[in-house]
């Protein structure tokens, strides 16, 4: 199965539902090209774009780098596939972990 595909971020136990949706409706869209993944995300006040590689075909690694709050971010993450439903991980350089629930939009 492929990551490719617009994902709606539908919870998180680090936040609560008025912050994931404070800007737009949460996103993550992704396109995966081969073992490549990219995409971006907008949840809350965080925004960005992902570079990622397939390192199973149910789980990426990725970097990334955006925005937080005005201020610019950069990390790493994991993506975890399971069918319709994804995992998404950001794990902000010298920062806090969050974790984002994901469903395939229809």
């Not at 737009?24 to 490549?36: A, D, F, H, I, S």
């Not at 006040?45 to 780098?65: H, M, P, Y």
């Not at 995992?87 to 469903?103: I, K, N, R, S, W």
Request: glycine share 10%.
């Amino acid at each position: 199965m492929s990551f490719t595909g617009h994902w709606d971020i539908v919870s998180s136990p680090d936040f609560d539902e008025e912050y994931l949706r404070e800007e737009v409706e949460p996103y993550l869209k992704l396109k995966q090209v081969g073992k490549r993944v990219t995409g971006e995300y907008h949840v809350g006040l965080q925004q960005g774009s992902i570079d990622g590689r397939l390192r199973s075909d149910k789980l990426v690694f990725f970097s990334f780098e955006g925005m937080d709050e005005h201020h610019e971010v950069n990390g790493a993450g994991t993506l975890t596939l399971h069918g319709d439903h994804l995992t998404f991980v950001l794990m902000y350089h010298q920062g806090d972990d969050f974790t984002f629930e994901c469903e395939r939009r229809r």
